[in-house]
């Protein structure tokens, strides 16, 4: 039997998760919580967790939660629509980890999380084709000025950290996505980063992000 705790902001994530997973009869969901920092030693006790984060904020907080809880001996599954925000979990000592995009069939998240299990590392296409084109990141020094953001450029950042996509950024904007994807070239040029994670958790560190 694989044990999985879920963990996703919203009850209804939550409750569609537990529903799709219910149909295997080797998983049973033995725990869930809103975020990191609300799991306990019986969610814990698990050999899977499956983490949906909420937006940017939400979720740099809860990846410093979930590394503090984490343990050797359990797998990690993360859902997330831009696989590029989720780099660090590599960060995590785990024994496997994956990532996926949310709106994943059921077949493909069963078969994923008996592939964690098993101690395998699990990733859409998009981002092992990701990881292939993004070089490695250039290290930014504690110190180091950041090259000012225009206005727009610092209004992009904003809505990054409440998680939008391009596509949604470019509407709320009155722009098209293409002049999205160039601005947020600049501000990762700007910034000496080369993700949006890494972005946002800079920008919160410099005092860009309003909170």
């Known amino acids: 039997m694989i044990r999985i705790t879920i963990i996703a902001p919203a009850i209804a994530i939550r409750a569609g998760l537990r529903a799709l997973l219910s149909e295997d009869p080797q998983i049973r969901v033995v725990a869930e919580a809103g975020k990191p920092g609300e799991i306990d030693e019986t969610s814990l006790d698990c050999d899977v967790i499956v983490w949906a984060p909420g937006s940017l904020v939400e979720q740099v907080e809860a990846f410093v939660d979930l590394k503090t809880v984490i343990t050797e001996t359990t797998a990690v599954l993360v859902l997330h629509d831009d696989p590029e925000e989720v780099r660090s979990i590599k960060e995590l000592k ?7 995009d949310p709106e994943t069939t059921q077949a493909e998240l069963l078969a994923s999380i008996h592939a ?14 990701r990881m292939y084109a993004v070089g490695e990141a250039r290290t930014r020094r504690s110190g180091d000025e950041i090259e000012p953001l225009t206005s727009r450029e610092l209004e992009i950042l904003q809505l990054l950290a409440l ?44 005092g860009l992000i309003a909170l």
């Open 163 to 206: 998680g939008l996509t391009n596509k949604q950024i470019a509407a709320r904007l009155k722009i098209s996505a293409h002049t999205v994807k160039f601005h947020l070239s600049i501000i990762f040029n700007k910034m000496g980063t080369t993700n949006r994670l890494e972005t946002v958790k800079l920008g919160l560190q410099n």
């Open 116 to 129: 964690l299990n098993e101690g395998l590392v699990v990733a859409s296409p998009a981002w092992i084709n």
């Open 94 to 100: 785990v024994r496997a980890w994956g990532i996926l």
